[in-house]
């Protein structure tokens, strides 16, 4: 495999990595200002929500086919027709008027970013083994939280302006394209889609994954959807602030999924998930608990402590034990979990909301986390060594 330009590739990796989990929420700061733009239309609070979701939706259905596609033909054409797809499909809604045709442009980014995100798990999969590749699953972790917060604080401040305004924030991808057309090889891996269906996969461990990723972000999501409507009840009207305020958690995770590697090696992917579900539960409790803007993001600090190990973890965990063949089909099912968790949360949550309110749903939402961390702490403990660790103190508890 040709590598002529490896800080340059890792850097494009990672510039990629940035359009991909805050994506659909750039536009998060600026709901309340949409929803009034569309006021009188018929079940408003959901349309608006959806235009944050509704991409999700779409890229956990084009995720799968995407890794189907780079498993038999290759990852770089895929990855240069999604990142175009994604800016024209992020900034168009920004000059239309009709409310359909926006969220088709939101279906439609949802599509291109199943392709990016797909084929960025994979390509880092290939390019990198063993601890460098946790190390580089951390950096792409963290790399996907400052894009989340410049997406959302520049979406917060645009929003200030005009409810269209944050749409340009997509125009960002024709920035990264020219990177993706010089700086990227393609890999030299097993070609083939009747190889790649051969290929026993470890199913048993991949539902746990995959089940665990899209149940987390379905939780996390409460914070780009919901929490600009809990700080207007709060009395903060600041679309800038909302988008500060959910900037922090990506920008505390971001830190912390820095740290991956070194986690990883003295903990098993099962204390892990103890770990960071014990950090997103006591955040949310102090969320749902909060009645001024400095309680909520000293709580949004919290739970980024958690949200940081999460995709890196997944990630870990999914490519460590998919065969080189089915990578791409691997990778693109744990793209579908993540995304579909984006998808279900408003639609689970707004129920809730009309039965308990906002701080309720945090609250509830807490309440799950606590129970999640202290059912892998169990795990973790039953399955703990019962001899002398090795020095590299991995395991899978």
């Not at 536009?27 to 006021?39: D, G, H, K, T, V």
């Not at 945090?362 to 169990?378: E, K, M, R």
Request: charged fraction near 10%; include cysteine; proline fraction near 5%.
């Amino acid at each position: 495999m040709r590598t002529s330009h490896p800080t340059l590739r890792l850097l494009t990796l990672l510039l990629v990595s940035m359009m991909t989990i805050m994506a659909s929420a750039a536009i998060s700061p600026s709901l309340p200002r949409l929803r009034m733009a569309f006021e009188g239309v018929p079940g408003i609070d959901l349309w608006v929500r959806l235009m944050v979701s509704l991409p999700a939706l779409f890229t956990a259905m084009g995720a799968p086919l995407a890794g189907v596609l780079i498993d038999r033909f290759g990852r770089k054409r895929l990855l240069v027709a999604a990142v175009g797809l994604y800016g024209v499909a992020g900034a168009l809604p920004g000059v239309l008027t009709s409310l359909p045709l926006i969220l088709v442009c939101r279906a439609v980014l949802g599509l291109a970013v199943g392709g990016l995100m797909t084929t960025a798990a994979a390509l880092i999969a290939d390019y990198y083994t063993g601890a460098e590749r946790g190390v580089v699953l951390g950096r792409q972790a963290a790399f996907m939280g400052v894009g989340g917060f410049v997406f959302m604080l520049g979406g917060g401040l645009l929003a200030d302006m005009h409810w269209r305004a944050p749409f340009a924030v997509y125009l960002y991808a024709f920035g990264v394209l020219p990177l993706v057309l010089f700086f990227l090889d393609e890999p030299e891996v097993k070609r083939g889609a009747a190889g790649a269906a051969r290929v026993s996969l470890p199913w048993s461990t991949l539902w746990l994954v995959y089940g665990l990723a899209m149940l987390g972000m379905m939780i996390f999501y409460l914070i780009p959807v919901q929490l600009p409507f809990l700080l207007r009840r709060l009395g903060v009207q600041s679309s800038a602030l909302a988008g500060l305020a959910v900037g922090v958690s990506t920008v505390v995770g971001s830190v912390v999924s820095l740290r991956y590697a070194r986690v990883r090696q003295v903990l098993g992917y099962r204390s892990i998930m103890a770990v960071l579900f014990a950090c997103m539960a006591l955040g949310y409790v102090v969320v749902g608990l909060s009645q001024s803007y400095a309680a909520v993001v000293g709580g949004l600090a919290v739970s980024g402590l958690g949200q940081g190990l999460l995709t890196p973890n997944m990630a870990n965990w999914a490519s460590e034990v998919a065969p080189e063949a089915a990578r791409g089909r691997v990778m693109g099912l744990l793209t579908t979990s993540l995304f579909l968790g984006q998808f279900i949360s408003p639609l689970l949550a707004q129920p809730l909301i009309g039965a308990v309110g906002l701080g309720g749903t945090f609250l509830t939402a807490g309440g799950l986390l606590s129970a999640l961390g202290g059912t892998f702490g169990a795990l973790a403990w039953i399955a703990r060594p019962r001899h002398t660790p090795s020095p590299s103190g991995k395991g899978l508890g």
